[in-house]
């Protein structure tokens, strides 16, 4: 069983939607918990970023871990077509240490 | 440059033979990380650097791979007897280190080995 599960998808909305990505992980140590944005051929570039649990808010974007249900969640309000990307969830148990990444889903934003 | 730069973007290369992929970390980033990238998959760790040295190297795959760092800035991940099984992105990042761990990510070195 991998440490960290996300569903590849692909998924695919109509430009105005919600998005909701998901993620979901094993080991209870880990304390820090990103998403990343990856367009085609490019590196991931980091979107959100939470330490231990709760919710927080960056412009259309919107992370929440729940440390306790092993689940975190990236929300994407009034999704564009510009947000067509993969996204991977990554987390970390210590600041600085290694990523583990999820296997990223894949989202398409139909204008 | 700005960002982090990897050399080259793309290689091609036969089974057996010996790569070097360079990574140019944000200038003043003393965190180095290497990941591995499969088609379809998320990011894999391979090692780690706080400064020249390797911190953690856990995730190397097996001996034939070997990175390093000797002025604490540029780093080198080498392959030795390539295998088919090493086609992949090999992506490279570096962050402030310490507490913050904002990790840049260049845009990676597509191998392929034929």
């Known amino acids: 069983q991998k440490e960290v599960e996300q569903d590849p998808g692909p998924l695919s909305v109509p430009e105005g939607a919600i998005v909701s990505l998901n993620c979901t992980y094993s080991?209870?140590?880990?304390?820090?918990f990103m998403w990343y944005r990856q367009y085609s051929r490019k590196g991931p570039e980091l979107l959100m970023y939470?330490?231990?649990?709760g919710n927080k808010e960056d412009g259309r974007f919107t992370a929440q871990v729940d440390k306790s249900s092993k689940y975190i969640s990236l929300f994407i309000r009034d999704s564009q077509p510009s947000d067509s990307a993969t996204y991977l969830c990554?987390?970390?148990?210590?600041?600085?240490?290694?990523?583990?990444f999820g296997e990223g889903t894949q989202l398409t934003v139909n204008p | 440059g700005a960002g982090v730069s990897q050399t080259p973007s793309n290689k091609v290369t036969e089974k057996g033979k010996y790569v070097e992929l360079r990574c140019d970390p944000i200038?003043?980033?003393?965190?180095l990380y290497w990941y591995r990238q499969s088609l379809g998959q998320g990011p894999e760790f391979l090692i780690y650097?706080?400064?020249?040295?390797?911190?953690?190297d856990s995730g190397l795959p097996n001996d034939r791979f070997f990175a390093v760092r000797p002025e604490g800035s540029v780093s080198t991940l080498k392959i030795q007897r390539t295998e088919r099984g090493d086609s992949a992105v090999y992506l490279c990042?570096?962050?402030?280190?310490?507490?913050?761990?904002?990790?840049?990510f260049g845009q990676g070195t597509r191998l392929t080995v034929v």
């Open positions: 990554a987390m970390s148990q210590t600041s600085g240490s290694r990523l583990t």
């Open positions: 990042a570096s962050s402030l280190g310490g507490m913050n761990t904002e990790a840049f």
């Open positions: 200038s003043g980033h003393t965190a």
């Open positions: 939470t330490y231990s649990s």
């Open positions: 650097f706080q400064g020249t040295g390797a911190a953690d």
């Open positions: 080991n209870s140590a880990f304390q820090y």
